[in-house]
């Protein structure tokens, strides 16, 4: 596929996709992610109605520039939809710019980088299980779990694709919530690492999207609901407020307990604590705390 079948996917208003990026290099896996040193191009696959399929993101100042293997346009029309969600690129973000940037903590950072938005995971179920691998550990430690995850029960491609002279084949996608629900807990315990407790986190998480019917592969099904979530074993206010950031449409989340978070703020010499100075940036805390979280990146 030539570079004329690519996808220009571009912002509605002012974009900062360094800060995209930045997260995305922060939260690449093994085995699911394969991001070029340097050239800001994202590799990965994508399940579409039961077939997974291999794009490439190349990500441009003014949005993304995305290359899907094959000619089928309903797919591709899929992938550019999940791909705009992903990277919040419909967002009315002047609104928002224009309310943290009257505040002092923000004023500088607004004027020299508009348009930092939330940057999501490609599917709700994809947010939730990698949220879930990251609790009450490091960013590392997450992504390596992760990587077992995706070694042990990746979607694997049907042949060896590729994409210009790069190899598909060790690129993998998720599992469906059904496949991944129906392996034992000890067996996920000793596949990826775990403790029990969070590997009983991760099944009941697979469970509930499996029995609510929720199809990752259109990228755009709504979290299960944060009552239903919040029953799990293992699932507190941390991570139910970082999916209502990375997965869901809530734009005023605030993860108040958050480690990267409170050493944002720890370095401010206005800020002492996170849970009171976020009131004043409602309604847009997630792009408060988005902000904040590029900060450190």
Not at 215 to 242: F, I, M, N, Q, Y
Not at 264 to 275: G, H, I, Q, T
């Given at each position: 596929?030539?570079?004329?079948?690519?996808?220009?996917?571009?912002?509605?208003?002012?974009?900062?996709?360094?800060?995209?990026?930045?997260?995305?290099?922060?939260?690449?896996?093994?085995?699911?992610?394969?991001?070029?040193?340097?050239?800001?191009?994202?590799?990965?696959?994508?399940?579409?109605?039961?077939?997974?399929?291999?794009?490439?993101?190349?990500?441009?100042?003014?949005?993304?520039?995305?290359?899907?293997?094959?000619?089928?346009?309903?797919?591709?029309?899929?992938?550019?939809?999940?791909?705009?969600?992903?990277?919040?690129?419909?967002?009315?973000?002047?609104?928002?710019?224009?309310?943290?940037?009257?505040?002092?903590?923000?004023?500088?950072?607004?004027?020299a980088r508009p348009g930092v938005r939330l940057t999501r995971f490609a599917s709700p179920f994809e947010a939730a299980v990698l949220i879930v691998l990251g609790q009450q550990v490091s960013l590392a430690a997450g992504r390596v779990f992760a990587g077992r995850l995706i070694a042990a029960h990746g979607i694997r491609p049907k042949g060896e694709e590729t994409v210009g002279d790069e190899t598909m084949g060790a690129l993998r996608d998720l599992p469906a919530p059904a496949v991944l629900a129906a392996v034992p807990v000890d067996e996920l315990r000793e596949q990826v690492g775990l403790t029990r407790g969070r590997a009983r986190t991760l099944h009941e998480v697979a469970a509930l999207f499996a029995e609510a019917g929720?199809?990752?592969?259109?990228?755009?099904?709504?979290?299960?609901?944060?009552?239903?979530?919040?029953?799990?074993?293992?699932?507190?206010?941390?991570?139910?407020?970082?999916?209502?950031?990375?997965?869901?449409?809530?734009?005023?989340?605030?993860?108040?307990?958050?480690?990267?978070?409170?050493?944002?703020?720890?370095?401010?010499?206005?800020?002492?604590?996170?849970?009171?100075?976020?009131?004043r940036w409602s309604p847009y805390r997630s792009y408060a705390t988005a902000r904040l979280w590029a900060a450190t990146s």
């Open positions: 596929m030539s570079d004329a079948d690519a996808l220009l996917l571009t912002a509605e208003g002012p974009v900062d996709m360094a800060a995209a990026l930045a997260t995305v290099r922060a939260h690449a896996i093994d085995g699911l992610h394969r991001l070029e040193a340097g050239t800001g191009t994202l590799t990965r696959r994508l399940t579409v109605a039961g077939d997974s399929f291999p794009i490439t993101l190349h990500f441009v100042p003014d949005g993304v520039a995305l290359r899907v293997e094959t000619r089928d346009e309903g797919v591709r029309s899929v992938v550019a939809a999940r791909v705009r969600r992903w990277f919040d690129l419909d967002t009315p973000i002047e609104p928002i710019d224009a309310l943290l940037g009257r505040d002092p903590l923000f004023a500088e950072r607004v004027r929720i199809d990752p592969s259109t990228g755009a099904e709504p979290l299960p609901p944060r009552e239903a979530l919040h029953a799990l074993h293992g699932v507190g206010p941390w991570t139910l407020d970082c999916l209502a950031i990375r997965a869901g449409e809530d734009r005023d989340a605030f993860p108040a307990t958050d480690a990267v978070l409170r050493r944002a703020l720890a370095a401010e010499p206005r800020e002492r604590s996170a849970a009171p100075s976020a009131e």
